[in-house]
């Protein structure tokens, strides 16, 4: 039988993060004192406009909100402010991680947000290509189809997972340390 620690299998993603905290550009970012205060705050501001803009499309798809608006405008006005905020959010977190490796890389809650962040894309993959076909159908109705109201709750669900998850990765840093 072979007796090989979980910890084995992470060795190579743990020696490139200890790789990136050495390069001057990381050592720089964490130790600027104001840079990275800077990108933590746009990161937060930025995953709060995605957030909410997601919340919104997901209630039009619950059949709870703007329902006197058709899904497919609701859908046209938020998508280019949705991808604004992800964009500065993507652009944001890996400069957080860029600039703390170390700290990212062993945190169980990071790697759980960043899972929720997976299935969260899938999700909107899957609304994508299958349920928004059919949206002529239901486009302006007052009744979603099931459909469109489970890739909706998915949505808020996991949005609320990666938030949720997003605010607590500094605590496990001290909650799962032996």
């Not at 058709?70 to 991680?97: E, K």
């Not at 999700?123 to 486009?139: G, P, Q, R, S």
Request: charged letters at 10%.
């Amino acid at each position: 039988m072979i007796d090989i620690a979980l910890g084995d299998y992470f060795a190579p993603l743990l020696n490139l993060a200890n790789y990136v905290a050495e390069l001057p550009t990381s050592v720089q970012l964490r130790e600027s004192q104001y840079v990275m205060p800077w990108v933590f705050v746009l990161h937060v501001i930025s995953m709060c406009m995605f957030a909410g803009t997601i919340l919104m499309m997901d209630l039009r798809l619950l059949g709870v909100g703007y329902m006197q608006t058709p899904f497919s405008q609701v859908q046209r006005r938020l998508f280019p402010w949705q991808m604004v905020a992800m964009f500065i959010s993507s652009a944001t977190g890996l400069a957080l991680v860029w600039g703390n490796p170390l700290n990212y890389v062993t945190n169980i809650i990071f790697w759980l947000k960043m899972f929720a962040m997976v299935l969260a894309a899938v999700n909107a993959l899957a609304f994508h290509f299958i349920t928004e076909y059919t949206v002529v159908d239901w486009d302006a109705g007052r009744t979603p189809p099931s459909g469109a109201k489970i890739a909706g709750w998915l949505s808020i669900i996991l949005w609320v997972n990666v938030v949720l998850a997003g605010r607590l990765m500094p605590y496990a840093l001290t909650w799962f340390r032996s």
